[in-house]
């Protein structure tokens, strides 16, 4: 199992980004896909869910309506799109696979390796 971030940056407040995560999992089980932030000093939170059965997705209310979680099923890539950033989005943005529909970071199995956002 293997998952690889790309796609972060800097941007200024407003702007918008795209991140990747290149996945490698078994195709024969479901997850719950995520990403999940962590800033400096604060806790990882999970901002985004989507479900490999039936692609449902979950937002953490401060970025519904400005973030969007999709799935190339072909690519095999998890997306996180990101749209009219804030200073706060800055964080670590990290992909992660697990078994069970949750934000609490404890509960993902997978991980990739992070891809810094700053906004500033």
């Known amino acids: 199992v293997q998952l690889v971030e790309s796609g972060g940056g800097s941007v200024q407040t407003g702007g918008s980004l795209r991140l990747s995560c290149a996945l490698s999992l078994n195709p024969t089980s479901d997850y719950c896909l995520a990403w999940l932030r962590q800033a400096p000093g604060k806790e990882r939170e999970g901002v985004a869910l989507?479900?490999?059965?039936?692609?449902?997705?979950y937002y953490l209310g401060s970025v519904k309506g400005r973030f969007t979680i999709s799935r190339d099923n072909d690519k095999k890539t998890l997306y996180l799109q990101l749209g009219s950033l804030k200073t706060e989005d800055t964080a670590m943005y990290y992909c992660?696979?697990?078994?069970?529909?949750?934000?609490?970071?404890?509960?993902?199995?997978?991980w990739g390796q992070g891809t810094q956002v700053t906004v500033s």
């Open positions: 989507i479900f490999t059965r039936d692609h449902s997705s």
């Open positions: 992660a696979a697990g078994l069970r529909r949750t934000y609490d970071p404890y509960e993902y199995i997978y």
